[in-house]
């Protein structure tokens, strides 16, 4: 009896070994969630760090800026990536519910890129001729200098934290109801690229295989592309900051990603991406 008591109690140490120790190994899990403007350069940051610490898993998802902060509140995902600051109904579900006003951290910088097809002669638009066009006070082409034909209007879907952005920054007003809106950027690029008079809006980093419309403030200012100097100096007049919001002040794994996204190796991979450093 009292050898198979032993025997039963080396057992239990081993198994309680085994367990601990596959704890200890599992790699130590960190979600991301949001911005579909940002995925490209998350799922980049994710997996060199990944390379560099094989301790840590790093998961990434799209869906748009308020999928992710939604997902930041009800507690399903870590970082929350943002095209857009939260708003303050939602810092305040976030205090009700955790105590908390969030933590926010600028990690990239963007500038919103209007989108043209390669055979629109249109190369420049304004600020206000933007907004007449994707509210659609300007239906035709002509009417900014192009051709005699509707203009064709592509957009995000309200989740969009650009989708949000641009409407305050450019539309300020209701998008027209022609205007057609798409699950992701890319989509956005690829309805341009195919639609000689279609015209979209998105990121930077998206921008391949279109032409970009330079952007005015006013009809009597220079118009200009976004590119690293014109975010850098403010010239480019839809420049915007890339956020991470967390519930709260990170801390261990997450501390250290974040850390390292804000250092040379991070930043050198936002360039890379076709976005713009915070430094």
């Given at each position: 009896m009292k050898r198979n008591k032993s025997i039963k109690t080396i057992a239990g140490i081993i198994l309680l070994a085994v367990i601990a120790f596959a704890f200890m190994a599992a790699p130590k899990k960190i979600t991301v969630k949001g911005s579909d403007t940002l995925v490209?350069?998350?799922?980049?940051?994710?997996?060199?760090?990944?390379?560099?610490?094989?301790?840590?898993?790093?998961?990434v998802t799209g869906g748009g800026s308020g999928t992710g902060i939604s997902a930041l509140i009800n507690g399903s995902t870590d970082i929350c990536d943002a095209s857009r600051p939260m708003k303050q109904s939602e810092i305040d579900k976030l205090k009700e519910r955790y105590g908390s006003l969030g933590v926010e951290i600028r990690c990239a910088k963007d500038g919103i890129t209007v989108y043209l097809n390669d055979a629109n002669p249109v190369k420049e638009l304004s600020i206000k001729q933007l907004g007449g066009i994707f509210?659609?006070?300007?239906?035709?082409?002509?009417?900014?200098?192009?051709?005699?034909?509707?203009?064709?209007?592509y957009g995000r879907e309200n989740s969009s934290g650009t989708y949000v952005f641009f409407q305050e920054n450019v539309v300020k007003g209701d998008?027209?109801?022609?205007?057609?809106?798409?699950?992701?950027?890319?989509?956005?690029v690829n309805a341009v690229k195919n639609d000689k008079y279609g015209i979209g809006y998105g990121g930077a980093a998206y921008s391949k295989g279109i032409k970009q419309c330079l952007v005015k403030k006013d009809d009597k200012s220079t118009a200009y592309p976004p590119n690293t100097e014109t975010i850098k100096n403010g010239t480019y007049p839809i420049s915007r900051y890339l956020y991470m919001y967390l519930r709260n002040r990170p801390s261990g794994d997450i501390?250290?990603?974040?850390?390292?996204?804000?250092?040379?190796?991070g930043q050198k991979l936002v360039v890379e991406a076709g976005y713009f450093p915070v430094k």
């Open positions: 490209i350069l998350a799922q980049r940051w994710a997996e060199v760090y990944m390379k560099s610490h094989p301790e840590v898993a790093i998961q509210t659609g006070k300007i239906k035709n082409w002509k009417e900014v200098g192009g051709p005699d034909a509707d203009i064709k209007l998008y027209a109801p022609s205007c057609q809106t798409l699950p992701g950027t890319a989509a956005v501390k250290n990603y974040i850390d390292w996204i804000l250092g040379p190796e």
